[in-house]
């Protein structure tokens, strides 16, 4: 059954709205704005989640007598079936009582259901060059390549565990250029390659490891 969103996204005046695919599930996923664009990217890129749904529950409550709705931002599922309800909210924003008065509906509504209710702001979405990287990973790195390639990459880095990506390009030399660099950007985005997203701008300079702890989550 297709989903079907809380609240249908209407066209947009001011600011920007649009849609971003969801890798792991090929879903587009609305958004409306680009903080909210750059968490659905943090959340695809995090192995824990499993699945993501936009405007997924209305939460209704009473204040002063009247009625109000809460439409959260996100709803996520993790492997191990924890669900998570998401507001994403720019930091300038977020301690604004209104806002606080719907961080603690929220939690109240997730507590009812035996979920996890989180507020996401810039500094968790997009701490220094991460969202960058990102976005270079997601567009190289969902390239076709071939599995040959991509094991003879792995076993190249495997031998010396780490190694900088301009040492593997050179003991890859038998590999053409754009083959060797969506391969490293496919295993970086797997996980299957590490190096520092957050604090280094992906290039020829990055150190690249070949274990990987895949227990961390962003939301755990």
């Given amino acids: 059954m297709p989903y079907k969103p809380a609240r249908k996204i209407m066209p947009k005046r001011k600011g920007f709205r649009g849609k971003e695919p969801f890798l792991k599930t090929g879903d587009m996923i609305h958004w409306e704005s680009f903080l909210e664009r750059n968490y659905i990217r943090l959340a695809d890129f995090d192995l824990q989640v499993d699945e993501i749904f936009y405007q997924p529950v209305c939460i209704h409550y009473?204040?002063?007598?009247?009625?109000?709705?809460y439409f959260p931002d996100f709803k996520i599922i993790?492997?191990?079936?924890?669900?998570?309800?998401?507001?994403?909210?720019?930091?300038?924003?977020?301690?604004?009582?209104?806002?606080?008065?719907?961080?603690?509906?929220?939690?109240?509504?997730?507590?009812?259901?035996r979920w996890y209710y989180e507020v996401f702001t810039e500094e968790e979405i997009n701490p220094r060059y991460l969202q960058t990287n990102l976005s270079?990973?997601?567009?190289?790195?969902?390239?076709?390549?071939?599995?040959?390639?991509m094991d003879h990459v792995?076993?190249?880095?495997?031998?010396?565990?780490?190694?900088?990506?301009?040492?593997?390009?050179?003991?890859?030399a038998e590999i053409d250029e754009e083959s060797f660099y969506k391969a490293v950007y496919q295993l970086i985005y797997l996980q299957e390659i590490s190096t520092d997203l957050v604090n280094v701008k992906l290039s020829d300079e990055s150190i690249l490891h070949f274990?990987?702890?895949?227990?961390?989550?962003?939301?755990s």
């Fill in 62 to 69: 009473t204040l002063n007598g009247k009625k109000h709705r």
């Fill in 78 to 113: 993790l492997k191990d079936g924890r669900v998570f309800i998401i507001e994403v909210k720019a930091l300038r924003f977020k301690n604004n009582p209104s806002n606080i008065i719907k961080y603690e509906v929220g939690r109240k509504y997730c507590e009812a259901h």
């Fill in 136 to 149: 270079l990973l997601r567009h190289l790195g969902s390239q076709e390549v071939t599995d040959n390639i």
């Fill in 154 to 172: 792995l076993k190249q880095l495997q031998s010396k565990t780490e190694m900088y990506l301009f040492e593997l390009r050179e003991s890859c």
């Fill in 211 to 219: 274990s990987v702890d895949e227990g961390r989550s962003s939301c």
